[in-house]
């Protein structure tokens, strides 16, 4: 969280998010209990009383939101503005798979790690062992906007959700909107492309391979997503 000056650490093996504040570098645990697993009766609350699974990757929203990514229990929870409550925004918790829908409860990731939340309250999510990319909207309506859930490696470019990506880490937005996502063999760019229509704002997502991108900017990237994914996925704050 820039805007606060927080630094925010997906502490993976102790089941925690650590909250440091960077002008004082102290740290506090601003989530988890300490616990591994999935317990119903601490599933939402107050965020250090509520048990986590591995998690493997936090971001912020300009408003102050904070979202983990709990990766084993295959869900995605937000922390409140104030800090104070934990909620879950989609996944059915404790449960894989790969279902997309509007009931956030319905919703099933697989293993997800890295995350980034837009300036417009949606927050994007690499779908690990589904081999996706997937945008959650602040309601918890979720949407695939990259890959096929085949893992594997294509040259091509194209529109996104017809591309395959092996196994994303990564997840990152850059000010034009164009969404990055870090796989195992390549830095695949996610142009989304907003169209005003009647019925409301429609979206498309093109995807293109990292030969498309300047070489320079894609090792960058790479560097920035990939030590994310050891400390924050999606913020990457250094």
Same mark, same amino acid.
């Given at each position: 969280?820039?805007t606060n000056?927080?630094l925010?650490?997906?502490d993976?093996? /102790?089941?925690?998010?650590?909250?440091?504040?960077?002008s004082?570098?102290?740290?506090?645990?601003?989530?988890?209990?300490?616990?591994s697993?999935?317990?119903?009766?601490?599933?939402?609350?107050?965020?250090?009383q509520?048990?986590?699974n591995?998690?493997?990757?936090?971001?912020?929203?300009?408003?102050? /939101?904070?979202?983990?990514s709990?990766?084993?229990?295959?869900?995605? $929870?937000?922390v409140?503005v104030?800090?104070?409550?934990?909620?879950?925004?989609?996944?059915?918790?404790?449960?894989?798979?790969?279902?997309?829908s509007?009931?956030?409860?319905?919703?099933?990731?697989?293993?997800q790690?890295?995350?980034?939340a837009d300036?417009?309250g949606?927050?994007y999510?690499?779908?690990s062992?589904n081999? $996706?990319?997937?945008?959650?909207?602040?309601?918890?309506?979720?949407?695939?906007?990259a890959?096929?859930g085949?893992?594997a490696?294509?040259?091509?470019?194209?529109?996104?959700?017809?591309?395959?990506?092996?196994f994303?880490?990564g997840?990152?937005?850059s000010?034009?909107?164009?969404?990055?996502?870090?796989?195992?063999?390549?830095?695949?760019?996610?142009?989304?492309?907003r169209e005003?229509?009647?019925?409301?704002?429609e979206?498309?997502?093109?995807?293109?391979?990292?030969a498309?991108?300047?070489?320079?900017?894609?090792?960058?990237?790479r560097?920035r997503?990939?030590r994310?994914?050891?400390?924050?996925l999606?913020?990457?704050?250094v």
């Amino acid at each position: 969280d820039t805007t606060n000056g927080m630094l925010y650490i997906a502490d993976t093996k /102790n089941s925690r998010i650590r909250q440091i504040t960077v002008s004082s570098y102290s740290q506090k645990y601003f989530a988890g209990n300490g616990q591994s697993g999935y317990a119903s009766n601490k599933a939402t609350g107050s965020p250090t009383q509520v048990v986590l699974n591995n998690p493997m990757g936090v971001s912020g929203d300009s408003a102050g /939101n904070v979202y983990i990514s709990d990766t084993y229990n295959h869900c995605i $929870r937000r922390v409140d503005v104030a800090g104070s409550s934990l909620t879950l925004l989609a996944g059915a918790c404790s449960q894989h798979g790969y279902i997309d829908s509007s009931v956030p409860t319905s919703v099933k990731f697989y293993h997800q790690r890295g995350l980034w939340a837009d300036s417009g309250g949606a927050v994007y999510v690499a779908d690990s062992l589904n081999n $996706r990319i997937g945008r959650v909207a602040s309601l918890g309506t979720t949407t695939t906007v990259a890959g096929t859930g085949s893992s594997a490696y294509s040259s091509s470019s194209g529109a996104a959700t017809s591309i395959p990506l092996y196994f994303p880490l990564g997840v990152w937005g850059s000010s034009t909107g164009d969404v990055f996502a870090a796989d195992f063999n390549s830095i695949r760019r996610i142009a989304i492309v907003r169209e005003q229509q009647s019925g409301g704002p429609e979206h498309h997502q093109r995807c293109y391979r990292d030969a498309d991108e300047p070489q320079r900017h894609l090792q960058q990237l790479r560097r920035r997503l990939l030590r994310g994914h050891r400390q924050l996925l999606g913020q990457l704050v250094v």
